[in-house]
Structures are given as C-alpha cells and as structure tokens.
C-alpha cells in the first residue's frame, strides 16, 4: 500500500528552486512531399516537478536520509507544496488579505465599503467586506473537463499561470473570467459543486521520476552537496 508523506518542513527551508511542468507527448509520421507535417497527440499530459536543494548541514542530513528511506524508490509518493506567486493569497491576517486585495485602510478598520460618493444606507451600514475564504464551486465539473465556475474573491482573482489544487491534484489557470475558469491539465477526479479549491496553498502528490532518484550525497560527514531531485504525478488514489 502506498504511503503518502508530507515534505519535510525542515528541508523546504533549503529550497533554491522548485519548478512544475506539464510534459505532453506527441507523434508525427514526418514530412510529406507537400512539405506538410501532420502531428497527433493525445490527452496524456502529466505534471513533473524539479526541485533544487542548497546546500544541506547539520540536522537536515540526517532528515534526508531518512526521508529517503521512507520514500522507498517510487513505492511511496510525496505531497509537495505549491509556492503559488502572482495571485490573491490569505496568507496572513485579514487586514493584510483585504490591503492586497486593494480595500482602503478606512473600509478594512470599519469592515465595509460605501457607496461611490462615501454616503451609506440609512443605518449607517455599507457593503460587507467579502470573504477570505479559499473559492468554493459553483457547480459539479466531471473528469476530464477544462473549466469550472468558482465563488469567492480569491478565486475571482485567480491569475493566469498561477495555481489551485484539489486532492492533491494540481492544475493551471489558462483564463479567469470573474470566476469562470479554464485551465490545464484536465480535471483528474470530478469535483462536486460546493467543494472548496486551495489557492493559498495547493498541493500536488508525486512519486519519484526514477528508483534512484534521492541520493543526497554527504561530503567528509559535514554536509550534503546542493541535491536536485525530479517527480512525475501520481495519478492512483
């Protein structure tokens, strides 16, 4: 049975690089005498992932070595984080969320925005600052689809080219149309409507690209060398 571990905390602080791609595979007979190509491809599409690791001393070779073991070739799989850079994130407190999110320091103490001209409603109300929440859906997106309808400022504001996740399983904004969301791969599980998407902190779930894949090499018992690992995306659940 395949054991999925979290990455260590204390080897991410070593991250120097940590890069997501999605390998496609294509076919072409060649060129034909009209000196057209005809390429073919099917939905076969797959994340792999690079990580680069500085420089590793102390306690942390020791956390790689075991980490290693417990990852037992491509038997276990790993649960990597997405830094996900470039996109409305709660990462902190409220008040740090709404400033991102370009409310005034005057709506963000009293909790909600007046009308354009500054007035309120007759109770001295506004309108409600929206929620922090992580996006929920709209509506059920079955396997295989490229698009899905979410609510919620954080997803209303999803980028292109940034990321959300769902079990694990990890996809990229194409286009955002106020929450209507195109994006790549496709959908690897059908996500019911209601179900919330991680924007702040997606994860993906990976194994090793190959057995020997971790070798961090410990030179004269003192420290590792800068270590650079590759995964592939788990797909069985």
Not at 13 to 24: D, E, P, T, W
Not at 100 to 119: K, L, M, P, Q
Not at 120 to 134: K, R, V, Y
Not at 172 to 199: H, K
């Amino acid at each position: 049975m395949t054991v999925v571990l979290d990455f260590p905390i204390p080897l991410l602080g070593k991250r120097r690089n940590l890069n997501f791609y999605i390998v496609s595979t294509s076919g072409t007979l060649g060129r034909g005498m009209n000196g057209l190509q005809q390429t073919v491809m099917s939905e076969t599409r797959y994340w792999s992932a690079q990580l680069d690791l500085n420089t590793l001393v102390g306690n942390q070779i020791q956390e790689a070595d075991a980490f290693g073991d417990e990852l037992n070739g491509q038997a276990n799989a790993v649960r990597l984080p997405v830094f996900n850079k470039g996109t409305l994130t709660h990462h902190s407190t409220d008040q740090a969320f709404y400033a991102d999110a370009g409310y005034s320091a005057e709506d963000i103490a009293r909790g909600f925005t007046t009308f354009a001209d500054g007035t309120t409603f007759t109770d001295g109300s506004g309108f409600a600052l929206p929620s922090t929440d992580e996006p929920r859906t709209v509506s059920d997106a079955v396997i295989g689809a490229t698009s899905l309808t979410v609510e919620g400022l954080i997803g209303v504001r999803l980028r292109r080219g940034t990321y959300f996740s769902h079990n694990d399983f990890l996809y990229r904004v194409a286009r955002n149309n106020a929450g209507e969301i195109t994006f790549n791969p496709p959908l690897r599980a059908g996500i019911s409507a209601g179900s919330q998407i991680e924007v702040t902190a997606p994860t993906i779930q990976v194994t090793l690209a190959e057995d020997d894949g971790w070798r961090p090499f410990v030179e004269l018992a003192r420290f590792v060398q800068p270590l650079s690992v590759k995964f592939v995306e788990r797909f069985k659940r």
